[in-house]
């Protein structure tokens, strides 16, 4: 007689809130079913909110409501948060009394009791009885961090190093992860943080905290380290070992009122750069010498784990690990067999480390590594329409298009692509963490010499200077780059193969800064940046098979396995969640073409656009 297993599946649904980028992640047995962060259904870009919307996904993913869930697992411990708010009010006294005055009252009156507040809005949400809210756990932040590290990597053994701002206390830690056990070896504490050292220069050059670090990184390659020295004197004591200590007294976020304090601008010539304002070499010098700095520290850090723990492999997270050229670095050092950086490496990836951690640390669960593979399914973790989902929506909005087969379509959008157009690309689930990897992009040619600015001025709507990131057939990676390993995420930055780069002329070599951003450096100039280097995305047939058939289509087409790949979405906006999301965007911006799953609508055929139509109808997520 066969024996039939009548246990119930243990979930688990963990979130990340109340700072920014709220998010929500539902685990099964260990296995992620689904994750997101809530700024895809709200619209509002870097949403702190309790993730109502996110949870609501997940559960609907999974099948299930929330009297299913085993434990909710929030991503950090609010008693532990106020008490370094607290200390450090205190060490700083009487300086910053009125930022803790304006602090105090939300904390009091919310963050301090954060689980009757989280199980109040769970009850909402589920529409269930105060008795039926599951039971609550709560992690540190750094574990959350570690946690998505390590569990979903394809490592059975690592050293897990984390750095972000801050979350209790902890701004780096250093772990080591072994089968489903994760210890914590080390930690450098709070105010001295490489996170909040980059985004005081984030806010120093006029981009704001918490979402402009990745213009700084994008900055950098423009400018020259001339400042560097000036950090290393000043602001920083870094070790031989990569510990570090900050000197305080050019910084002002212990007491709550600016990144930065006056001591901080006369060490650097001046007040602030105003945001939008014109950029000059100044920026452009200061976005170089911080990256330089960070980087120098982040390899130090690595020497030292590989130094004292042996591991072979390493895992990173926190909001540093979005450094994907610092994480280049780390990689060209040849340290370790094996680099794993979790696709969202911030605070919202806390809410998918808050869920494994509860599965294998609080419930002492097992887990299987193989090696090869990671367990985040190329983070295509968001919702997915069917193409009869899609009709029905561009029926409603009287669009225009076609619905083609699936060689009809990677056939067709290949020869687009060919000839120059734009294309917004929709396809199946959508991605969790801050790239858009083959399943909400907008696509171009690689060997265009106008894509990369047609894109930043007519599409994006933002900066310049802004580089794209391209994505590669994986077997074709060694050809393009000197890159030879899995990047799926976009998170390594690599140089451009030298036989395919183009040296700068001696009028090109008179020019500085933002001049030289239009000069094509090798035959992908559109995703070549001005350093010859280039942030890439490998694609394969298992992980992204529909991004991998339209990749093979147009090398077919052109000979090139190569397309620039970028987020769906404006500037200022999330990226794109729903269909109706695609062709708001799509009808806002001179993109030529769009697919949403297998129907093609080409701008020329759609009728105007109605800025003020009736958007209750759009699609809904039930």
Same mark, same amino acid.
């Not at 869930?69 to 106020?82: L, R």
């Not at 959508?430 to 599409?459: C, H, Y």
């Given at each position: ?430 991605? #969790?963490?801050? $790239? ?8 171009? *040619? =690689?060997?265009?010499?106008? !894509?990369?600015?047609? +894109? ?111 987020? #769906?979405?404006? $500037? ?8 109706? *999301? =695609?062709?708001?965007?799509? !009808?806002?911006?001179? +993109? ?31």
């Amino acid at each position: 007689m066969r024996y039939i297993s009548t246990r119930k599946p243990i979930r688990i649904l963990g979130v990340s809130a109340y700072y920014h980028d709220s998010a929500a992640c539902l685990v099964e047995d260990g296995l992620i079913v689904a994750a997101a962060q809530e700024e895809r259904f709200t619209r509002k870009k870097h949403t702190a909110g309790f993730p109502v919307e996110a949870i609501a996904y997940c559960l609907r993913e999974g099948g299930i409501t929330l009297q299913h869930v085993a434990h909710v697992v929030f991503y950090e411990k609010p008693f532990v948060k106020f008490e370094r708010l607290l200390e450090t009010y205190l060490s700083f006294a009487p300086r910053g009394i009125t930022s803790f005055w304006e602090a105090m009252p939300i904390w009091l009156k919310e963050k301090l009791f954060l689980k009757n507040l989280i199980r109040k809005e769970l009850r909402l949400l589920g529409n269930i009885e105060k008795s039926d809210v599951p039971p609550i756990l709560f992690p540190e932040h750094h574990q959350s961090h570690a946690a998505s590290a390590f569990f979903p990597s394809p490592f059975h053994e690592a050293a897990v190093l984390c750095m972000d701002g801050v979350g209790e206390w902890a701004t780096t830690s250093v772990w080591f992860g072994r089968g489903h056990a994760l210890e914590p070896l080390w930690e450098l504490p709070f105010p001295h943080s490489l996170g909040l050292l980059y985004s005081a220069f984030t806010y120093y050059t006029g981009f704001k905290v918490n979402s402009g670090e990745y213009k700084v990184m994008g900055l950098a390659p423009y400018g020259e380290p001339t400042y560097a020295n000036l950090i290393y004197e000043h602001l920083i004591d870094l070790k031989p070992d990569g510990t570090f200590r900050l000197n305080m007294d050019y910084f002002g976020y212990c007491t709550g009122l600016t990144m930065t304090n006056q001591k901080f601008h006369d060490l650097f010539g001046g007040p602030p750069r105003a945001p939008e304002s014109h950029l000059t070499q100044r920026e452009m010098n200061l976005a170089r010498s911080i990256q330089d700095v960070t980087e120098e520290v982040m390899v130090r850090l690595a020497r030292t784990i590989h130094n004292e723990t042996g591991a072979d492999n390493l895992c990173l997270a926190g909001g540093v690990a979005l450094n994907c050229v610092g994480n280049g670095r780390i990689l060209r050092e040849s340290l370790f067999k094996g680099l794993w950086i979790q696709p969202a490496a911030g605070d919202a990836g806390g809410a998918l480390g808050a869920a494994m951690a509860g599965w294998h640390q609080f419930l002492d669960k097992p887990r299987n590594a193989n090696g090869s593979r990671d367990t985040m399914q190329g983070t295509y973790l968001g919702p997915s329409f069917s193409n009869e989902e899609v009709e029905c929506f561009l029926t409603d909005v009287d669009a225009s298009y076609v619905c083609l087969t699936d060689e009809q379509l990677f056939t067709l959008v290949a020869g687009d692509l060919a000839s120059g157009k734009i294309v917004g690309w929709f396809q199946e689930r959508m991605e #969790f963490g801050p $790239r858009s990897l083959g399943g909400r992009s907008v696509l171009g *040619d =690689a060997r265009s010499t106008t !894509m990369q600015s047609v +894109m930043n001025l007519k599409i994006k709507y933002r900066e310049s200077f802004r580089p794209f990131a391209p994505s590669v057939l994986r077997e074709r990676v060694a050809d393009y780059f000197d890159l030879d390993v899995d990047s799926p995420y976009m998170l390594l930055v690599a140089p451009v193969c030298h036989d395919r780069c183009t040296p700068l002329t001696s009028d090109h070599e008179s020019l500085w800064g933002i001049e030289r951003l239009n000069v094509p450096r090798s035959d992908i100039p559109a995703v070549t940046h001005i350093d010859y280097s280039a942030r890439v995305q490998t694609v394969d047939e298992v992980t992204s098979p529909r991004f991998y058939k339209l990749l093979k289509a147009f090398e077919v087409r052109t000979g090139c396995g190569v397309l620039v790949n970028t987020s #769906f979405n404006v $500037r200022g906006e999330p990226i794109v969640c729903t269909p109706a *999301d =695609a062709y708001r965007c799509f !009808m806002r911006t001179e +993109m030529d073409v769009l697919v949403l799953q297998n129907c093609v609508l080409v701008k020329a055929d759609q009728k105007a656009w109605d800025e003020d139509m009736d958007w209750k109808k759009e699609f809904a997520l039930d």
